[in-house]
């Protein structure tokens, strides 16, 4: 296994479907009504730099739960919403964007918590740009009242819509907000 991949999980939760979907006729038998299982939205939640070191320094500005503790919140949240999250954490900006680019017909968000990409990335926005999926920004702490550095986000110029200052709880909320969006049936 990479080192990129294992900071990767995949945790699909579908909901209880009632739905049958049989095996595909064969060309002797007559033509049977297929009733098809939807599909449960996946949402894509990328932690960026530094962020797998949560819970072991500055629990003051980020808190104390670790990136794990952060991503088992996001697979409840999901479950609960009736989506499947795919959460993965790289200190490289390139995996991310090629994560990014991967998620194009795989996933229908994004969440999104860039750490200090967040801050001087233009090719992180370029990709967010590029795939077009709903995406939601994340921060831990409040950038706009810490260093003027950490006022500007390039992400934000591609995103729906930003959340900072909550802690963890902003991934959930991020995830409610794709939920809504996406049963509204608005993919972008
Ligand atoms: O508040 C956030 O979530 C940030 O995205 C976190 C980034 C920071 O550069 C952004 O300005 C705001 C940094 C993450 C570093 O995380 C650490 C956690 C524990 C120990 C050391 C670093």
């Known amino acids: 296994m ?51 070191l949560l819970g072991t320094r500055e629990p003051e500005i980020y808190g104390s739960e670790t990136l794990a503790e952060i991503d088992a919140l996001c697979a409840d949240e999901a479950g609960r919403l009736g989506l499947g999250v795919d959460c993965r954490q790289s200190n490289h900006e390139g995996q991310l964007i090629d994560w990014i680019h991967n998620a194009r017909g795989e996933a229908q968000g994004i969440v999104i918590n860039p750490g200090g990409l967040t801050h001087t990335s233009v090719s992180l926005l370029d990709a967010i740009k590029a795939v ?29 819509g930003a959340i900072c200052g909550l802690g963890s709880a902003g991934y959930r909320f991020a995830l409610q907000a794709l939920a809504e969006r996406l049963s509204a049936g608005t993919s972008t």
Do not use: M, W
Request: charged share 15%; with cysteine; hydrophobic share 35%.
């Open 2 to 52: 990479s080192p990129q991949r294992a900071a990767s999980s995949r945790v699909v939760c579908a909901p209880a479907c009632a739905c049958y979907n049989p095996p595909p006729a064969s060309p002797s038998e007559p033509e049977t009504e297929t009733l098809s299982v939807p599909s449960t939205p996946l949402i894509l939640v990328l932690n960026g730099p530094n962020l797998n």
């Open 132 to 160: 077009g999926l709903p995406t939601i920004e994340v921060h831990l702490s409040n950038i706009h009242q810490r260093e003027d550095f950490r006022h500007t986000s390039y992400i934000a110029k591609a995103a729906l």
